[in-house]
Each structure stands twice: as C-alpha cells, then as structure tokens.
C-alpha cells in the first residue's frame, strides 16, 4: 500500500531541468572557470571605480561628512548583502533559495531608500537645487556604475538555474544597481530625498528588471548546455 504521506516528486520538466544542470555542472570549478571568474568580478569593479574617478572621484562635494560617511557605509553594506543573498550559491549547487532571491530584488532598494531617508532625518543635510540635468546625470552614471557587476554577475551565474532563472537576475540587477547607486553617492552633491530616490534608487529598480529579463537567456540552465554545445569540437 503506497504510503500517503510520502514527499511528491518533481514534475519531470522540472526533474529532467535540474539533472540537466547537473550534468552540465562540473563537481569542483575547474581553476580556469575560477580564475575567469574572478577575472570578470574584479573587471566588473574595476569599470565602476574608473566611471567613478573619471567623474572626480569619492567626496562629499558639500554634504556633511556624516550624512556623507553614514550614506556610503549603510549602501555598501546592502549592496554586499545583495551580491552574497542574492548572487552567490551559497551551499546549492542550484543557488540560494528562490523566495530568498525574490526577496533581495524587492527589498534593496527599499533598503537603499530608507537608510537614505534616515540619513536625511538624523543628519539634515544643506538641500540644493535640483533640476533635470542633475537627475538625468546621476541616473545614466548610476545605470554606468552597475554595468560592470551586472555583466560580472550575469558571467559567474550563467547557465546555472534551472528553477527560477528570474529570480536570479532580478536579484543580480539589484545588487549590481545597489553597487551603482553606492557609486554614485559617492559623487553626487545633492541630498534632496527625491532626488536620491528618483536618480539614485529608482534606476536600481530599473535594474531589477532588466536582470530578470535577461535572466532567461543568460542564467537559465538551457543557455549554458547551448553555450557548452557551441564550445564541444564537432565530432569526426
């Protein structure tokens, strides 16, 4: 008599999707995916601190230093945060859970918004003008910013998610929109609430969505067997 309270299995796309990843998946990293790896993180961070030097490198640029200081730290602690929940497997081969993932695109830039906003209360920082050129400015640098771990977390992820591909890029789009948003706070001389939200953390948003939809072609596990397929030399 079949037992009632047995655990159901898997549908068997879903089965036939993760023993594809698998296989695709060596046991251990090879060094050279690892080193490629920690070329593209490093290159990724690199392309961001030179867009940031490029436009006059980290200051305060008229805000106080502890509007300034706190702003910077509480930033890159979530944008850390984010890349370790959200990007890292952690000890999954398939990567964190799902809703874990989900929630780290929804909450970082809630995250990025309120600690601004306290920043703001507890610090009261000289508020400038603001026009359109301002905000167009720190949104195109913050969208510039997050390219380069947008793309590095895309290339350590790839072709490595069977379950929720879209999940995964959402949180890689926010944790490398947090990593820009942190840029671009370094940078911008204006503290306005609206501003931080709207050119700051609004593009971190964006962001989230762009990972997620590119996410079904870079970091679904049926993208890497077709990229391994390309890299296989043709049989004779």
Avoid: K
Avoid at 1 to 12: A, H, K, Q, V
Avoid at 110 to 129: D, F, K, N, Q, Y
């Amino acid at each position: 008599m079949p037992n009632s309270l047995s655990t159901p299995s898997p549908p068997p796309e879903l089965r036939a999707r993760v023993l594809g990843a698998v296989g695709a998946e060596p046991v251990a990293p090879r060094p050279a995916y690892r080193l490629r790896r920690a070329l593209a993180l490093a290159g990724g961070v690199a392309l961001s601190a030179g867009i940031l030097l490029f436009t006059g490198g980290p200051g305060g640029y008229g805000r106080p230093s502890s509007y300034y200081v706190t702003l910077a730290a509480a930033w890159l602690a979530i944008g850390v945060s984010a890349a370790w929940l959200g990007v890292a497997r952690g000890r999954s081969m398939l990567g964190r859970p799902a809703s874990q993932r989900l929630l780290v695109a929804v909450l970082t830039p809630i995250a990025l918004a309120v600690s601004a906003l306290i920043a703001g209360v507890v610090v009261h920082p000289l508020l400038r003008p603001t026009g359109l050129l301002e905000h167009t400015r720190c949104i195109s640098f913050t969208v510039l910013m997050a390219f380069g771990p947008l793309v590095a977390f895309t290339f350590a992820r790839r072709g490595s998610d069977p379950v929720a591909p879209r999940f995964t890029g959402a949180a890689i789009g926010a944790a490398a929109g947090a990593l820009g948003a942190l840029g671009i706070e370094l940078r911008c001389s204006h503290a306005g609430m609206f501003h931080v939200l709207l050119a700051h953390v609004l593009p971190v948003v964006a962001l989230a969505f762009v990972g997620a939809f590119l996410a079904g072609r870079f970091i679904d596990v049926q993208a890497g067997q077709a990229g391994q397929a390309r890299q296989r030399p043709p049989r004779s």
